[in-house]
């Protein structure tokens, strides 16, 4: 495995669009981390493409790894993928708002990034009860699959720079 000790992590959340991943830039001591985007993969394999198409090789971590890597003080600087932000917030993929705590509570700065297209904004039970085509929750269990939150303006800092409102 990697030391990343001496490394700073830049974490990536959500499913950026393609203009969004031209505009990556990281210091050659950084290092790149993709949350995965259960229940899907999607962030996981597109973020991590695009990221890939620069040079930059990303890690990819489950989705709750991140909380370890802020409390390990890697974490330098969070992007999250945003569909849509005003004055009192943003509407990002689903995951972003515990990742905006963590990074006002460990005094990280927030990159808002526009997010892919989201066509709906809730995924099928089917996404959450199986993974990879195999049942996960006993038969009759329901899943409840948002795909999107709203992250509140106090978490986002000064993230609205590069996004249009």
Known sequence: MRDYK??????????LN???????????SCHAFVCEGRPTLEAGRKTSG???KKGIIPTVISDNMAGFLFFRGLVKELSLACQYVDES?????????ILAVLAKKHGIPVKLLPAEHRKRFLGSPQDIVNFQGQRMAPKNTHGYVPLVE????????????GIEK
């Open 150 to 161: 709203w992250v509140p303006a106090v978490y986002l800092g000064s993230a609205y720079a």
């Open 89 to 97: 917030g943003a509407l990002c993929d689903t995951g972003a708002l």
């Open 6 to 15: 001496a490394k700073s992590i830049h974490l990536f959340h959500g499913v």
């Open 18 to 28: 393609a203009e969004s991943l031209k505009k990556v830039k990281l210091p050659k």
């Open 50 to 52: 695009g990221l890939l």
